[in-house]
C-alpha cells in the first residue's frame, strides 16, 4: 500500500513532468536566435525521450508525494510512456507537413510538450483538484495547436470550436467537483472511497450529481455521445499532425481520469454502470453509423476515433479488473494504428496538398504501393481483423465483457465492428479497385516519416500476433490500485 | 420562516409595484418620438461620424491581454506575502521558482516583438 502521510516535497516523482517543462522553456525563451529556433524539434525530442527513460525508470516503484497530491504508481507509469510515445511519433511525422504548408513554428513543439506534461498530471494524481488542473494544461495549448494553421479558415475555426466546447466541458467537470467536495468534505479520492458509505448515507442526491456533472465533463473531452458534436469539425480542421495528436493522446488522458474516478473513487456506485452503458451503446452506434457516410478520411477518422471510445466506454460498464486492463490494452493498440492512418495521410498531404477526400485516394496502390500497402494494415487494424492488435484488443475487451455478464452489449458491440467494416475496407476498395487519375508524384519519405511508419506497422502486426507483454503491461498498470 | 423572510418578500412585492408603476406611467403618459434625435446614440454631444465596425491595430489588443496575464499572476504573490513569514524559505524557493515561469513567458513575448509599438 502506498504511503497516504507523505508529505514530502520529492521531485523524482515528477522529473518526467520537469524534463518536459524543461525542454518546452528553452524552446520558448530561443525564440531570439534564429540558429536555436530551427532546434526546436531536437530540443521537444530530447525533452521527450529523457522523460521516457525517467517514466521507465520509475516503473514499480510507487510513490506519493506533494501532500498527497501526486501519485506515482504503475498505473501513472504506463500512461505515461504511453503519452510520450505518441507525442515522440507525432514530432517525428509532424514537421515535414508544417514546412510544407509554411506554418512550422517553434512554438508547436512547446506547446505538444506542454500538453504532454498536463496529461502526465492527469494521470499521476488521486485528487480532483489536480486532475482538473492537469486537464487544463493540457487542454489550453491544444486549443492553440488546433488554429495553428492561422490562414486557413478550418483551422481558424476548429480552434475557436474547440476552445468553446472545451470550456464548457470545465465547466461541467468543475461543478461535478464543487458537488464532491460538498458533499464529501474532501477532493481526494482516498478518502472518498474510504468514506464511501457515510457518503452514500447522508448526501447521495448531491454526490450522484457529482459524479454526474464529472462524467458529462470527461464525456466532452474523450468525445462519448452525446457530447461529441465538436469532434467532427475540430478533426477535419486542425493541421493533420495535430488531428493525429489529438485522437490518442488527450483521450488516453481523459480515459485514464475516468478510470482513476469512476473504478477507484466511486467503486462502489451502482448506477454508474448503468450510465456507461447506455453512453457506450449511443457512442460506438452513432460514430459508426455518421462515418458510413463522411466523404473525407479526417472526418471518417473522426467518427471513428468516437466509435473507439464506444468500445472503451463497454470496459466502464462492465468494470473489474479484467475489464479496465482491456480498455487500458485498447488505447495502445488504437494509438498505435491510428498514429499509423494519420501518418500516411500527412504523407499524403505533403505529397499532394490533397484536401484528404476519400477520392483523393483512387489508385494510390498503382501509384505507392508501399504506402497504400500499409494503409490497408492500418484500416484492418481500425476494423479489427486479426492478426492486426486491433483483433486482440477488440477480443479482450467483448471476453471481458462477456465474463462480466453483459451478453447484450458486446452483442450491440460486435454488430458495431461489422458496420465498421464497411467504411474501413472502403479506403482500401478506393484505393485498390478504382482508376489512377491526375498526374503521378513521387512520394519522398524523409527518414523520420520511414520510422514512423515502420513503428506502427511493426506495432500494430508484431503486438497482434505477440501481445502477452503489452497485456502484462496493461494488468501491472491496473493491478497499481486495485 | 414566513415571519423572517417577510421582510425579503415584502422589498420584492415593493421593487415590482414601483418599477411597473413607473413604467406605465411613462408608457401611458410620456410623447413618443422615434425619428430625429431619438434615433441617435446620445441624445447630446457630439454627433457621431461614420461607422464603429473599424479595423484598430491589433497592438492594442496584445497589450491588452498581456496586461490581464500578469496583472493575475501577480495577484498570486498577495497570498504568499500574506502567510510568507510561517512558509519561510520552502515558500520563497516556491514563489522563485513561479515567477522564474512567469519570465520565461514574460522573456518569450519579448523575443517574439509582442510589445514593439513600431
Request: charged share 15%.
Amino acid at each position: 500500500m502506498i504511503d497516504t502521510t507523505a508529505a514530502s516535497i520529492d521531485f523524482s516523482i515528477i522529473a518526467p513532468e520537469i524534463a518536459l517543462l524543461a525542454a518546452a522553456f528553452i524552446i520558448l525563451v530561443s525564440v531570439y536566435n534564429k540558429k536555436m529556433r530551427n532546434l526546436a524539434p531536437v530540443i521537444a525530442t530530447a525533452g521527450l525521450l529523457v522523460s521516457l527513460l525517467i517514466a521507465i525508470e520509475q516503473m514499480g516503484n510507487p510513490k506519493t508525494g506533494f501532500f498527497g497530491m501526486v501519485t506515482c504508481d504503475d498505473f501513472t507509469v504506463v500512461f505515461k510512456i504511453l503519452f510520450v510515445i505518441s507525442s515522440l511519433l507525432i514530432l517525428m511525422f509532424g514537421r515535414r507537413y508544417f514546412v510544407s504548408k509554411n506554418i512550422d513554428r517553434p512554438e508547436f513543439y512547446a506547446l505538444l510538450c506542454i500538453s504532454t506534461m498536463g496529461m502526465m498530471v492527469m494521470a499521476s494524481t488521486t485528487d480532483l483538484v489536480v486532475i482538473f488542473l492537469g486537464l487544463e494544461i493540457m487542454s489550453v495549448p491544444l486549443y492553440v495547436m488546433a488554429g495553428m494553421d492561422k490562414r486557413s479558415l478550418e483551422s481558424n475555426e476548429a480552434g475557436i470550436k474547440y476552445l468553446i466546447m472545451g470550456a464548457f466541458a470545465s465547466g461541467f467537470l468543475l461543478m461535478g467537483i464543487a458537488f464532491i467536495f460538498g458533499s464529501s468534505g474532501t477532493t481526494d479520492l482516498r478518502r472518498i472511497a474510504a468514506d464511501f458509505q457515510f457518503i452514500g448515507e447522508n448526501y447521495q442526491l448531491y454526490f450522484n450529481a457529482g459524479a454526474v456533472l464529472t462524467l458529462v465533463g470527461f464525456a466532452f473531452k474523450v468525445a462519448a455521445v452525446p457530447f461529441h458534436s465538436w469532434v467532427p469539425d475540430v478533426y477535419q480542421g486542425a493541421p493533420t499532425p495535430v488531428t493525429a495528436f489529438f485522437s490518442v493522446g488527450p483521450k488516453a488522458a481523459g480515459f485514464a481520469a475516468l478510470l482513476r474516478i469512476f473504478n477507484f473513487g466511486f467503486e462502489d456506485m451502482e448506477f454508474i454502470s448503468d450510465i456507461f452503458w447506455m453512453l457506450a451503446v449511443l457512442t460506438m452506434t452513432v460514430g459508426n453509423i455518421l462515418a458510413l457516410r463522411q466523404g473525407n478520411i479526417k472526418r471518417m477518422l473522426a467518427y471513428s476515433s468516437i466509435a473507439h471510445a464506444g468500445y472503451i466506454l463497454v470496459a466502464f460498464a462492465v468494470g473489474g479488473s479484467a475489464a479496465m486492463s482491456a480498455a487500458v490494452f485498447y488505447l495502445f493498440a488504437y494509438g498505435l494504428f491510428n498514429l499509423g492512418s494519420f501518418a500516411i495521410i500527412t504523407q499524403l498531404e505533403i505529397r499532394s496538398g490533397c484536401k484528404s477526400e476519400l477520392s483523393e485516394l483512387s489508385g494510390l496502390s498503382k501509384a505507392h504501393p508501399y504506402l497504400s500497402a500499409a494503409l490497408t494494415v492500418f484500416m484492418l487494424a481500425l476494423a479489427g481483423f486479426p492478426p492486426t492488435v486491433g483483433f486482440i484488443g477488440k477480443f479482450y475487451l467483448f471476453t471481458a465483457a462477456i465474463d462480466g455478464g453483459f451478453i447484450w452489449l458486446t452483442i450491440i458491440g460486435v454488430l458495431n465492428s461489422f458496420i465498421s467494416v464497411y467504411y474501413y475496407l472502403r479506403v482500401v476498395k478506393v484505393s485498390f479497385l478504382e482508376k489512377f487519375e491526375g498526374t503521378f508524384v513521387p512520394v519522398k519519405y524523409t527518414p523520420a516519416m520511414m520510422a514512423v511508419l515502420l513503428i506502427t506497422l511493426a506495432g500494430t502486426l508484431g503486438l497482434g500476433i505477440f501481445p502477452e507483454k503489452l497485456l502484462e503491461i496493461s494488468r501491472a498498470a491496473i493491478f497499481a490500485f486495485l | 420562516m414566513f415571519e423572517q423572510l417577510f421582510p425579503i418578500l415584502l422589498l420584492f412585492v415593493v421593487a415590482a409595484v414601483l418599477a411597473g408603476v413607473l413604467i406605465s406611467l411613462s408608457i401611458f403618459i410620456g410623447r413618443r418620438t422615434k425619428l430625429g434625435k431619438k434615433g441617435q446614440p446620445y441624445e447630446c454631444g457630439i454627433d457621431p461620424e461614420g461607422t464603429t465596425r473599424e479595423p484598430f491595430p491589433v497592438k492594442f489588443y496584445m497589450v491588452a491581454i498581456l496586461f490581464i496575464l500578469f496583472d493575475i499572476e501577480v495577484i498570486f504573490l498577495y497570498p504568499w506575502a500574506v502567510i510568507s513569514k510561517e512558509l519561510g524559505m520552502f515558500g520563497f524557493i516556491e514563489m522563485l521558482v513561479f515567477v522564474l515561469i512567469l519570465l520565461v513567458g514574460y522573456f518569450y513575448i519579448l523575443g517574439r516583438g509582442a510589445l514593439k509599438w513600431d
